[in-house]
């Protein structure tokens, strides 16, 4: 069955960088891509981007831009998201979520238990 | 950036109601619109895409319908485990955006 599985609770300091992993499994990794989406407490959730489970491609949202990177490992099928420069409201919930292509630039059909990311100092 | 904004933001409800939750989009969007749900501690669900197609596994009481700026989800004869929280978010146009979110709470 697929699966995601991110790493664990991070704590960082203001201006800190933060790497989240994601490691996909029961899929075929090169067939989809997987997007990074947030949940900062009490509040909604937020596309950040996605990466190309093919060509490591990324796309991310132009607020993270120059702040975000995202890569993949397809030797173990893993995903990673770096947010440089953590700021208090980057504290949030991480989600990676995998691409479902259904005829528009898609919806998340599988989505990780997710990683909390605590910025403070 | 195309806006989704979902009312209520909260409803009460009891086991067994019809429940429905509405979507609207700041321009259409044709039918690139998805449903999830959300519970504390575990991973988001996806139970419907492009509109009104159920999702793989998804019980059938849930259903999604509206096409252009208004959508719509419907959660007929809710069970205990259907109390959460629910999200749209379309998929149009980058950057992908979701709604505010409503919560389905027990009555």
């Known amino acids: 069955q697929v699966q995601l599985e991110q790493s664990g609770a991070e704590v960082k300091k203001p201006g800190a960088s933060v790497k989240v992993s994601c490691k996909a499994s029961?899929?075929?990794?090169?067939?989809?891509?997987i997007a990074w989406v947030r949940q900062a407490p009490g509040q909604g959730l937020e596309w950040m981007g996605w990466?190309?489970?093919?060509?490591?491609?990324?796309s991310p949202e132009q607020k993270f831009q120059g702040r975000v990177t995202m890569t993949t490992d397809t030797s173990t099928t893993s995903v990673y998201m770096e947010l440089r420069s953590l700021r208090s409201d980057d504290t949030a919930v991480y989600y990676c979520?995998?691409?479902?292509?259904?005829?528009?630039?898609?919806?998340?059909?599988?989505w990780g238990q997710g990683t909390l990311v605590t910025v403070s100092s | 950036d195309i806006q989704m904004t979902q009312s209520p933001s909260s409803v009460s409800a009891s086991v067994g109601d019809r429940v429905t939750i509405t979507c609207r989009a700041s321009q259409a969007i044709s039918s690139w619109l998805a449903w999830y749900q959300l519970k504390p501690g575990k991973a988001p669900k996806l139970l419907i895409y492009a509109a009104s197609s159920l999702q793989s596994g998804v019980p059938s009481r849930f259903s999604g319908s509206g096409s252009g700026t208004d959508f719509t989800l419907t959660v007929s004869g809710l069970q205990p485990e259907d109390f959460a929280t629910y999200y749209c978010q379309q998929g149009h146009s980058l950057p992908l955006t979701f709604g505010g979110g409503t919560k389905v709470e027990i009555k």
């Open positions: 029961g899929y075929i990794f090169t067939n989809y891509g």
């Open positions: 990466i190309s489970g093919w060509s490591g491609d990324t």
């Open positions: 979520a995998r691409v479902f292509l259904d005829g528009g630039y898609g919806s998340f059909d599988y």
